[in-house]
């Protein structure tokens, strides 16, 4: 990637956490690639049943599904347990190993053509390095004033003030079905 060449105090760190999971640490940030073990079916009202591609043949419409999620890497760090990550992208893949990802930006644009995109070595590389791009391009909120005003006395004499409030980075977006629209 280019921003390790440009700068070789960045570090990057892969773990396999087993079977479904997996997650990559680049500089502050933590990705988190989760594998569900089931198969899915859209939604009849879903994009990907107007395609030819599905009409062509229906079970091309079951997907495997992989999560993105982006954490501060602080949070696991400092076992912040209440830290959150948000949703990155999701991707979905068939039998055929065709897949397309549902994310903004880069994301949902370089990844959206389902007929033709294959899972391949180059895609997938691709498919992670815009995930990276897109998680450190990702800002720090500030917690409001109120939700840090008050803590607890265990959280004065057992934890840290670092973790007696809640943090996460905002995407600036919403996935489909989210309510509290933002960007």
Do not use: C
Not at 49 to 72: A, C, H, P, Q
Not at 82 to 92: C, I, K, M, P, Y
């Amino acid at each position: 990637m280019e921003v390790i060449k440009n700068d070789p105090r960045i570090k990057i760190q892969f773990k396999d956490r087993g079977t479904f999971e997996a997650e990559i640490k680049i500089a502050e940030d933590l990705l988190i690639f989760i594998m569900h073990t089931n198969a899915f079916i859209f939604n009849t009202s879903h994009p990907v049943w107007k395609s030819g591609y599905v009409n062509l043949d229906e079970s091309r419409g079951t997907v495997g599904m992989i999560s993105i999620y982006n954490f501060l890497s602080d949070s696991f760090k400092f076992d912040r347990k209440h830290d959150t990550g948000q949703l990155v992208a999701r991707v979905f893949i068939n039998k055929e190993g065709n897949f397309f990802v549902e994310g903004k930006r880069q994301l949902g644009i370089l990844f959206n053509d389902y007929a033709n995109m294959k899972a391949s070595e180059d895609t997938i590389q691709a498919l992670v390095e815009s995930a990276i791009a897109f998680s450190l391009d990702i800002d720090v909120d500030v917690p409001p004033f109120d939700a840090m005003k008050e803590i607890t006395v265990f959280q004065a004499m057992v934890n840290t003030m670092q973790s007696t409030f809640t943090t996460g980075k905002r995407l600036g977006f919403k996935f489909e079905g989210e309510t509290d629209l933002e960007g």
